[in-house]
């Protein structure tokens, strides 16, 4: 499994080729992600209408819509327990306390846009053996 | 309205046949169509995103990381650098 952020969760409802991703990976993302996504596109600064006369709701309400084959959202009450362990080593925030329980806890890979690798971040998942791919575009 | 169809030969449970033919009777139709329903529907469910959503959500993703900074850079719980 890999688990990508919301960008590269857009770049794929895209149709765009996401290169940490091989067509073999079964894909899916926290629910802090897919939430920040759906904030987003739920933004008054985005509008109401969007490229090619798409309406926002439109594109919220298909990220909202689980689609098979498509991003799983991970349900993060299985990964709690791993979360609040990863937290409490290392000052994680909500966001990415979930993002390394969820790797640790599915056995993932990550996968993120280089706009959303923290700071802290990559030391924190060679810490816990978890591996991290970033896309640059 | 008047379908183009091939004759297929799937395997199902003993449940399957079950659940099937209860549906067919309660429908007052066949087990045939009740199994042409449920994968219209399930194939509907998997159809790929449409090109006009693909654009738009391209457009979306170019500006992605501005709107997440502005969105989320002072929310603690969400920004990506605690």
């Known amino acids: 499994m890999i688990i990508v952020d919301d960008r590269l969760t857009l770049e794929i409802l895209a149709g765009r080729h996401v290169s940490a991703v091989s067509d073999d990976d079964a894909v899916a993302t926290t629910w802090g992600f897919h939430y920040r996504l759906a904030r987003a596109l739920a933004a008054p600064v985005s509008g109401g209408q969007l490229s090619g006369g798409v309406p926002a709701r439109q594109l919220l309400d298909t990220v909202l819509s689980p689609r098979p084959g498509g991003v799983e959202v991970l349900d993060p009450r299985a990964i709690t327990r791993e979360a609040v362990a990863a937290a409490a080593r290392h000052g994680l925030n909500l966001l990415a306390a979930e993002l390394v329980g969820a790797a640790r806890h599915h056995e993932a890979t990550i996968a993120l846009s280089a706009a959303n690798v923290g700071r802290s971040w990559p030391a924190v998942f060679e810490a816990e053996g978890i591996e991290l791919r970033v896309v640059t575009r | ?82």
């Open chain 2, 1 to 82: 309205m008047l379908r183009c169809m091939q004759r297929t030969n799937i395997y199902l449970t003993d449940e399957q046949q079950r659940a099937l033919a209860a549906r067919a009777r309660v429908g007052g139709t066949t087990k045939s169509a009740v199994l042409r329903e449920i994968l219209d529907a399930g194939l509907a469910d998997t159809a790929p995103v449409d090109d006009a959503l693909r654009t738009a959500f391209a457009a979306v993703a170019d500006g992605y990381d501005e709107l997440a900074a502005l969105l989320f850079a002072d929310d603690p719980d969400l920004h990506v650098d605690a």
